[in-house]
């Protein structure tokens, strides 16, 4: 069973860049089974999809927020992260992350970071 575990500074401040890891128990970052994904949700809104990895390294990101974010995936460490760049505070989210299947099904979830946007 994959264990996903987010790590993050909690609060950052506007135009900031927030950095994100997620590091990957029982499993490998180099499996072709799962796609690895980032999620949010924002206070009293629903879940989000920000973006994600394939095991080639492409990267896929949600329209709204390409200009800004970057995920990348570090087999050496087995960890995967998300930079997303000039924070506002519409950011200020709790932060997922994913393992997405070859059916697009988000399988296994880590439990979550909370990450505030304030000067």
């Known amino acids: 069973q994959v264990q996903l575990q987010e790590s993050g500074p909690g609060l950052v401040k506007p135009s900031q860049t927030l950095l994100l890891i997620c590091v990957v128990s029982?499993?490998?970052?180099?499996?072709?089974?799962?796609?690895w994904s980032w999620i949010r949700q924002p206070p009293g809104k629903g879940l989000e999809w920000v973006g994600g990895?394939?095991?080639?390294?492409?990267?896929y990101y949600n329209p709204s927020l390409k200009s800004r974010a970057s995920i990348s995936r570090d087999t050496s460490k087995n960890l995967f992260s998300l930079q997303l760049h000039s924070v506002i505070p519409e950011d200020t989210s709790v932060y997922f992350c994913?393992?997405?299947?070859?059916?697009?099904?988000?399988?296994?979830w880590g439990r979550g970071t909370q990450v505030t946007v304030s000067s």
């Open positions: 029982g499993g490998s970052t180099t499996t072709s089974d799962y796609a």
């Open positions: 990895i394939a095991s080639d390294d492409t990267t």
């Open positions: 994913s393992t997405v299947d070859n059916d697009c099904i988000f399988v296994n």
